[in-house]
């Protein structure tokens, strides 16, 4: 505010006016001592007769204040015009904030609805694809893919839609992307920013809108079992609330649909799907409410054990049940509710490595539904994996051990940039969460195995 005061007044500093009313009150001055910026001024004559007037002198101010000045007499205005503006701009936004108590902390929940953003997204795009479209089959026979909308997945789910709604529904597909970032250059704030993209919009820019910030929780400062305990719910109850304020309307909608009028075409029903999340394995687990790596079951697309993981006997294991690991997640909420005793969370982590938390996502229809795709949406993040410093390392060192195994020659793929970036294309075809664990995926070792078998 004095910056831009400074800046009508072309330059000239003037102190504020309630600061010269306060100095004027407080100073003293001796008894012979004239008055600086009084009426009289001290004469050489002695007389009363070069006395000016000081309202002159405030009338000459008065015309000099600008249009910043007479709109905002004092900062307490310019910063309370500019608080209603910001609250303005956000209600057009649709952006709503919300509190929260969980475990007798209290935090704030910004966000907007998932729902109006994935369909202001639809209808504001210039190319818009309403249905997949399978490729076919390649050279060797194998089937095509390219993206998402040809996927198994996304095929399965639209085979369903269209079963339930008629043909003139379409799947409104939509990914999340959650990751952790600090929110203030001193890197004292944190908070998990939730991001949203639909992939029915086909225009050349990839949009990604911001549709929450989910709040930070601290590390207590005591360091006991208790402690953590409670920082481990509270980090898992503000999460899944986050989460249940967002899908809100979208749970809704994924089971009775939403009329949409898109430009040249009639109407049709958008029926939304949660196809993608893109997160850490951290807030992958958190997500789908799952111990962390420190368990039985460490995986979160299928049930292999700890000790038989990365060996002949983990491959093949049986993938999670849904249903199963839902119910007991609800029963072991419900039961925390009533007893919050830890040792009530024993069977629940023992059979499933489950928390007693009931994930919100799993309220989507198609997830805990239909075809039951919630551990198959945890995607592949390109971002987390260049993060690493294991990967990144490996695959650093890869381009050097071509040059030798080739002979001296170089690479197929040249340098250290066009390798890393092909080692993380593998991400389109590996489908799932690839980041550093404690023991090695069961195929690396099943294909060794299998390899030195058949020398």
Request: proline share 5%.
């Amino acid at each position: 505010m004095s910056v831009l005061l400074l800046e009508e007044r072309g330059g000239v500093a003037c102190p504020p006016r309630d600061e010269r009313r306060d100095d004027g009150r407080r100073r003293k001055r001796s008894r012979g001592a004239p008055l600086v910026g009084s009426a009289r001024r001290p004469s050489t004559s002695g007389g009363d007769n070069d006395a000016v007037s000081a309202d002159e002198g405030g009338e000459a101010s008065e015309h000099e204040v600008g249009e910043l000045s007479r709109t905002f007499p004092t900062n307490s205005a310019f910063v309370a015009a500019l608080r209603e503006e910001q609250r303005r701009v956000l209600s057009k936004l649709c952006w709503d904030e919300t509190p929260l108590v969980v475990e007798g902390v209290p935090y704030k929940f910004y966000s907007r609805d998932l729902l109006i953003i994935a369909l202001d997204l639809l209808r504001n795009a210039r190319y818009v694809q309403v249905w997949g479209e399978e490729l076919g089959a390649g050279p060797d026979g194998t089937r095509l893919r390219s993206e998402m909308m040809d996927c198994d997945l996304f095929l399965s789910e639209e085979v369903v839609v269209r079963r339930r709604h008629g043909s003139h529904s379409f799947v409104l597909a939509v990914q999340l992307f959650i990751d952790e970032a600090v929110v203030s250059w001193s890197g004292a704030h944190y908070m998990y920013h939730i991001r949203a993209r639909v992939l029915n919009v086909r225009d050349r820019s990839v949009q990604w809108a911001t549709v929450g910030y989910v709040p930070h929780v601290c590390k207590p400062v005591a360091r006991t079992e208790a402690a953590r305990r409670r920082l481990s719910d509270s980090r898992n109850g503000v999460l899944q609330r986050c989460l249940a304020i967002l899908l809100r309307r979208f749970v809704g909608a994924s089971q009775d649909g939403v009329a949409v009028q898109l430009p040249g075409q009639r109407a049709l029903t958008a029926v939304p799907r949660l196809v993608g999340l893109f997160t850490d394995q951290l807030a992958e687990r958190s997500l789908v409410c799952l111990m962390g790596n420190a368990c039985e079951f460490f995986c979160s697309h299928c049930m292999v054990r700890r000790d038989v993981a990365g060996g002949p006997s983990g491959v093949g294991a049986a993938a999670r049940d849904v249903t199963a690991v839902l119910d007991a997640q609800l029963h072991g909420a419900i039961a925390c509710d009533a007893d919050p005793r830890p040792s009530l969370r024993d069977q629940l982590r023992a059979t499933h490595s489950a928390l007693a938390f009931v994930p919100a996502v799993g309220a989507v229809w198609g997830l805990a539904t239909d075809n039951k795709r919630l551990y198959h949406i945890i995607s592949f993040d390109l971002l987390h994996v260049w993060k690493p410093g294991v990967v990144r390392t490996v695959a650093q060192r890869f381009p050097s051990f071509l040059s030798i195994a080739c002979a001296g020659q170089d690479a197929r793929l040249g340098p250290v940039p066009a390798s890393l970036e092909a080692l993380n294309l593998r991400a389109w075809d590996m489908g799932h969460l690839c980041v550093p664990s404690p023991t090695p995926p069961g195929y690396v070792l099943a294909l060794s195995s299998l390899s030195l078998v058949g020398l």
